[in-house]
């Protein structure tokens, strides 16, 4: 068999890696049009549920992802001038470049061949391939050169959010609620390591534009989320990795598959980050197929 995956995130990764590991002699083939080092985001996050299919699938993977994660069993919620904490929730969080650094590496001892800095831009230089795999991502190329039998419904959020990190050691899945004069913000945040975390605002279109954000540079954009949440953040800074004010889309379509072509991860589908679960759905994908 040859597969040809497209997309070098944690879904064409990881089947990348299952694949080889299920038959050596397959040819495993994995182009990314980014560099191996660049990632666009902060961390991830996985439930116990998910920690045990990685275990199942790929044990060596799963150890090295288990020397690198945060854990926790708290949910915070900030409301006005009450802290609310519910207790029983364990979760794992781990940084999106270090669990990348990982799959790579497996990719890479198992035999699979990693082409980065590589651009597909027609199906048909794949052509040979047994099986493709899209995990190229929400506006990838394999879901839009076959739209008309996946069917895809994209509907977008009327809210804008902003993917921040921070220096910031939290010990759970915070929620915070913060109303000025501009209107309501809310943050979505969890650790991924012992000293730094994700740290995602949200807010109404309209409150966006009277806060200025919408003409407002990066550091423009964290100054106003700084001060905003202060009394949360206690002084830590938050941190951009192009960190742009965009508005969340949710993708469905009828079909995951066609021919000899398939979908994983936000390519086939997309889970809002307030459920903390694309790339677990990603590598779930990855799993099952």
């Not at 990348?100 to 497996?106: A, D, K, Y």
């Not at 106003?224 to 508005?247: A, K, V």
């Not at 936000?266 to 809002?272: E, G, K, L, S």
């Amino acid at each position: 068999m040859r597969y040809a995956v497209i997309g070098g995130g944690p879904a064409g990764l990881y089947f990348a890696l299952l694949a080889k590991k299920a038959n050596p002699g397959d040819e495993v083939r994995v182009v990314e049009r980014n560099p191996p080092d660049a990632t666009f985001g902060w961390g991830v996050v996985f439930s116990e549920e998910t920690l045990g299919a990685l275990r199942d699938a790929d044990y060596d993977t799963y150890t090295e992802i288990g020397e690198s994660f945060a854990r926790w069993n708290a949910i915070d919620i900030y409301y006005r001038d009450t802290k609310i904490r519910s207790r029983g929730h364990v979760f794992t969080g781990i940084s999106r470049k270090v669990l990348l650094n990982i799959l790579q590496r497996r990719c890479q001892t198992l035999g699979v061949r990693l082409e980065f800095e590589h651009e597909i831009h027609d199906l048909k230089e794949l052509e040979g391939a047994d099986l493709i795999i899209g995990a190229d991502g929400i506006n990838g190329l394999v879901r839009r050169t076959y739209a008309e039998v996946f069917k895809p419904q994209i509907v977008v959020h009327p809210t804008k959010f902003v993917w921040f990190g921070g220096d910031l050691p939290l010990d759970a899945f915070t929620f915070i609620f913060r109303r000025n004069d501009d209107g309501l913000f809310q943050v979505h945040a969890y650790p991924f390591d012992a000293h730094t975390c994700t740290f995602i605002v949200e807010c109404p279109e309209d409150a966006w534009r009277r806060a200025g954000l919408e003409t407002a540079t990066e550091a423009e954009s964290i100054a106003y989320c700084e001060t905003l949440f202060q009394p949360e953040l206690r002084g830590r800074r938050l941190m951009s990795n192009r960190s742009l004010w965009i508005n969340f889309a949710t993708l469905r379509q009828e079909s995951w598959h066609h021919g000899n072509v398939v979908l994983l991860g936000d390519a086939a589908h997309t889970a809002h980050f307030s459920i903390g679960s694309g790339t677990k759905l990603a590598m779930e994908d990855s799993i099952a197929l």
